[in-house]
């Protein structure tokens, strides 16, 4: 099993006696969109994912065929303001995509950190050149959240993307008090 789902399910299992009654899946895709439609069942889901990626696009809308709770939603999250607050927001392996977009690694970020929620989970590549970490931890710092459960996997099999090969993943499930 690869890195980025241990640490997910890892942080859903935490927060799992949370009440939890709207998710953001922020640059949604198969796995992500997966695991947590399966751990909060029944609950409401907006799956967001940039408009025309058709790569992601069309394996979200086929998952949200058969869950009445999942929308789908084409919006850039960098450009577009999201008024809505959710009580979890999972932005999974969607950093390092920012600039594939037009937008920095430094204001997707913001923008996320921003957002209104309960709980914000972070999952990306340690060794993606367009992420870095520290700059979460400053974040979550200037905007006073608190870092509930952060986790670092090696995984087994290193994925190779077109700039870096993804050895390990790092996540933290972060809190807005």
Known sequence: ME???????????????????SILDAGSG????????????????????????????????????HNENIS????DICGDT??????????????????????????????VITMKYKYLIIIDYLEDPAVNENDIMKMCEKYDLTVVRKSLVTNQE???WENFTGVHNFGYLIKRL
């Open 82 to 111: 999201v008024i809505k607050a959710y009580d979890l927001i999972v932005a999974h392996l969607l950093l390092g995509e920012a600039a594939k977009f037009g937008n920095s690694f430094e204001d997707l970020l913001e923008k």
């Open 72 to 75: 789908v939603i084409e919006k």
């Open 158 to 160: 290193p994925q190779v």
């Open 3 to 21: 890195g980025h789902r241990i640490i997910l399910n890892d942080f859903l299992v935490h927060i799992k006696g949370e009440n939890i009654t």
């Open 30 to 65: 198969r796995t992500s969109l997966s695991v947590i439609a399966n751990s909060f069942s029944g609950t409401p889901i907006d799956a967001v994912v940039y408009p025309g990626d058709i790569r992601k696009i069309n394996s979200v809308k086929e998952i949200a065929e």
